[in-house]
Structures are given as structure tokens and as C-alpha cells.
């Protein structure tokens, strides 16, 4: 035990000897764990320490999704419903999609030339707890890299983003160690809805992108074999002031026979200690 007496840079002045253990040599590689202050009586008040904050480091990105039909195509009963209310609620679905893919996979970019904004996510801001092209997935090497990222944020704000692939590896963990209830049982197979972790037992829900089934698991950035683990007290959804997601009617120009509607978003991520989220890519089973 010592007590740090000042600082310069990287280098401490110390009195050793403090409690029952004798004065020792500290070694280069050893560790130095911080238990807490020790001011003398009637000090005077210490130096000031606060967490420092920075400003903002993304940029928005303009979302627009346009969809239009004549004055004929819009007066058709068609099976499903009439256009273009029809063709509204799908656009929205294909809408939202798009601004959620940004935030797993959006890089952060701006095109001076053309004042284009590309907002950056997840994957692009994680860099600490980073597991690239992962390939089969171990159960006890997979806990150990949640405990890591475990260490840091909110325990209880954290949630699995996964593609298909991952939580079928999931649900095999529990392959070797099934016990049937009675005889009788039919069903096999497990669905994981969250994940408990062996270090700190919390309830972790594990959310399936059924959408990311779609693309290659191998490589660093396969999205079919990716999974996000994020503490969501430390990111947050960001619109533009008057810029969130709107319906906009009558696009068409004047004079022409058409009914043209289009959503249009803008917005971006404000992401925060990403020592706090995880990422895993290329795991194919």
C-alpha cells in the first residue's frame, strides 16, 4: 500500500509502508489499483477532476424515400387496397429500415462538393471490444468477450442486436446439455430471447435482425454473421431540429397528372463511451 503524494505526467511521488505491509520495490509491469483519497485533517480543499466531454462527431444523413402514381393508377381497386395508401404503409416499413441500418452500419462522412452527409454507426464507432471474423462460435470464449464489455456502461441497458445465424449458435450452446421433461416430449430445440452472462448474471434480450440473413457470414464485415451488443443509456436517436421522419404530399410538379408522396428523415447517432457496446462479425455457426 502507498499514498501517491503528487503527480508529474506519468510519474508519482509516494510514502510506502502504509498499513501492515512493509515497503517493497514496485516492479514495471505490476498493477496499480486506485482505492480512494486520504486527505489529511483540516485540509484545504483538493484539485478539481471532472469527466471531460466533447462535442458532437457525426454528421446527419438525408433519408428520402419517393413513391408516385398517375391520376388512373390511384382511382384502381387493386387487390390488397387502393394505391397510393397501399404503397404508403410499405414505403414507410422500407423507410425505417434504411435509418436502422444506418445506425449498425453507416460510416461517418461528409461531401463538401455536394453538402452530402453520411451518418456513422455502430460498426464504425466500436473500436475497444471489436471481434472480427469470429467463425464458429465457442460458448466460453463468447461469454469472456461479453464480460469485457460488461465491464463498462449500464448493466442493465444492454441489448443483442443478432443476425439469424448467430442466435441459432446461440440456441446450440444448450445442445449437449438438453434434458427432456417427460417421455412424451415432441418438441426439440431452444429459441435464446436473452442472454445471461457467467461473470454478472444479468438478463441481457437478444433481438434477431432477421433482414441481415439476407448477406455472407464470413469476413470482418459479413452483416449475416454479425452481432451488436449495445448499451443503449449511451446512444440515442438524433433528428435534425424539424427534420424527423415526415410524410411529404404532393411532390409532383403542377400540371402533371400524378399523386407523388415521399418520406424524407433526417438524422444521425450521438454515440457515447464505446468501451460501453461490442461487436462480433463473421461468425458462421
Known amino acids: 500500500m502507498i499514498h501517491v503524494t503528487a503527480v508529474a505526467t506519468d510519474a508519482l511521488t509516494v510514502e510506502r509502508g502504509i498499513g501492515g505491509v512493509a515497503a517493497a520495490t514496485v516492479g514495471a509491469t505490476d498493477q496499480l489499483y486506485l482505492i480512494s483519497s486520504a486527505y489529511k485533517q483540516g485540509a484545504s480543499y483538493g484539485t478539481s477532476r471532472v469527466v471531460k466531454r466533447v462535442l458532437g462527431f457525426n454528421y446527419t444523413q438525408i433519408h428520402r424515400d419517393p413513391f ?6 390511384t382511382s ?3 387487390y390488397g387496397g387502393r394505391n397510393p395508401m397501399k404503397e404508403q404503409v410499405k414505403k414507410l416499413v422500407e423507410h425505417k429500415t434504411s435509418i436502422e441500418q444506418t445506425c449498425f452500419w453507416g460510416a461517418r462522412n461528409f461531401d463538401s462538393t455536394n453538402k452530402r452527409g453520411y451518418a456513422g454507426g455502430a460498426y464504425e464507432f466500436i473500436a475497444s471490444n471489436k471481434n472480427v471474423s469470429v467463425g464458429t462460435l465457442d460458448k466460453s470464449t463468447f461469454d469472456g468477450q461479453v464480460t469485457t464489455a460488461l465491464q463498462h456502461g449500464n448493466l442493465n441497458s444492454k441489448a443483442f442486436f443478432v443476425a439469424p445465424i448467430v442466435a441459432k449458435a446461440m440456441s446450440g450452446f444448450l445442445r449437449d446439455n438438453w ?4 417421455p412424451d416430449e415432441s418438441r426439440w430445440g431452444v429459441h435464446v430471447d436473452a442472454w445471461v452472462s457467467g461473470s454478472y448474471g444479468t438478463n441481457i434480450p437478444v433481438f434477431v435482425k432477421r433482414y441481415w440473413n439476407n448477406f455472407a457470414t464470413n469476413g470482418a464485415q459479413g452483416a449475416g454473421g454479425a452481432a451488436f451488443l449495445i448499451d443503449l443509456d449511451y446512444v440515442r436517436y438524433a433528428p435534425l431540429r424539424d427534420r424527423d421522419t415526415s410524410l411529404l404530399l404532393k411532390r409532383q410538379n403542377p400540371g402533371d397528372d400524378l399523386d407523388s408522396r415521399e418520406y424524407l428523415t433526417e438524422a444521425t447517432l450521438e454515440f457515447a463511451q ?3 457496446h461490442a461487436l462480433w462479425t463473421g461468425i458462421t455457426g
Open 179 to 182: 434434458v427432456r421433461a417427460t
Open 68 to 73: 408516385s402514381f398517375t391520376g388512373t393508377e
Open 274 to 276: 464505446e468501451s460501453c
Open 76 to 78: 384502381i381497386e387493386e
